[in-house]
């Protein structure tokens, strides 16, 4: 009987899963149109210094719009996208629309804007991707300090000297590394030590509601503290709430991103947010409240 039972549950599971991989048969085939039919978009959330408040960059974030479905997460897709190789396609327009908008804004004076674009670990260990990002520079003629590539640690842990090499490469060229996501690996940061990176992003698990988790506190307090020896530049991601904000301030984080100030926008928002000249004002009263 329990062999029955068994049989039972095994057909079960077998009819989710195969409803699963349907599922991702069916969003396959549609992403590999998705370019060609002009559904995706770059979106940017505004990176913002947290001494002056002022927007310095920002990170490109791909949107899909699907014709039936609506609006796909890249939490959905980007997994689907690096499975396929369809990342390489989809990655270059990335890199080519960002540095594109970008010199678009130059243009119009907001000429110290940076750009950060998510690389996935299919992308990097192309071959000759140093060879693709130099023609996009050339062609966008955006000069490489503008330019920021986001990597996380779990795509350079594998072939560490390769990785290295790559990175001092790409380095040469001018351009700026970040590690993404930090602390969500399973490497320390006296292990990526040895990697070139400019800047670190403390991902936004550790910053959720840090001001009432004191194990996040500590966490985030820690990486910041060898973030800085490391002499990294350091973003919070996720940032949300005043008291999340006030945190990172008054830990000497130098950078955020986070709802509490945008949410990635379109470009033509990302453009109309420069022209207000909105910056983050509410430094200033935590300023205040710190140093009394
Ligand atoms: P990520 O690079 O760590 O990007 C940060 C994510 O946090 C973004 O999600 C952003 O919208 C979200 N976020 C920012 N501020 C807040 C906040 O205050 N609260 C909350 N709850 N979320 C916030 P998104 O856009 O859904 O992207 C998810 C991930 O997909 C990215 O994580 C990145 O790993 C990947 N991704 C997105 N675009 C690309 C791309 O062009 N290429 C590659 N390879 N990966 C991409
Ligand atoms: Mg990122
Ligand atoms: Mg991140
Ligand atoms: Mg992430």
Request: proline fraction near 3%; hydrophobic fraction near 40%.
């Amino acid at each position: 009987q329990s062999k029955q039972q068994g049989g039972n549950q095994y057909q079960f599971y077998s009819a989710v899963l195969s409803i699963g991989s349907l599922d991702r048969v069916a969003l396959q085939t549609s992403l590999h149109y998705a370019l060609e039919r002009q559904e995706l978009q770059v979106y940017y959330q505004p990176k913002v210094n947290l001494t002056t408040g002022q927007i310095m960059g920002a990170e490109a974030l791909l949107r899909w719009y699907h014709p039936e479905r609506g609006i796909i997460s890249p939490g959905r897709f980007i997994p689907i996208a690096e499975e396929t190789g369809l990342i390489i396609p989809i990655g270059e327009w990335v890199l080519q629309t960002a540095c594109q908008q970008l010199k678009q804004l130059h243009n119009i004076g907001f000429y110290s804007l940076q750009i950060a674009v998510n690389i996935s670990a299919r992308q990097f260990t192309q071959v000759d991707f140093r060879q693709k990002l130099v023609k996009i520079l050339n062609t966008t003629n955006l000069h490489p300090q503008f330019l920021e590539l986001e990597l996380t640690e779990s795509m350079l842990v594998q072939n560490t000297e390769v990785a290295i090499r790559r990175l001092n490469a790409l380095k040469a060229l001018g351009l700026t590394i970040a590690i993404d996501d930090f602390g969500t690996g399973y490497s320390s940061l006296s292990y990526l030590q040895q990697f070139p990176f400019d800047i670190l992003k403390i991902d936004q698990c550790f910053i959720r509601n840090i001001s009432e988790n004191s194990h996040n506190a500590a966490i985030t307090k820690a990486i910041i503290e060898m973030a800085k020896k490391m002499e990294l530049k350091i973003i919070a991601e996720g940032v949300e709430t005043k008291e999340e904000l006030e945190f990172v301030c008054q830990n000497q984080c130098d950078m955020m991103q986070g709802y509490i100030f945008s949410q990635p926008l379109s470009a033509k928002e990302f453009k109309e947010l420069l022209i207000s000249g909105k910056s983050l004002m509410m430094l200033r009263s935590l300023k205040n409240q710190e140093s009394k």
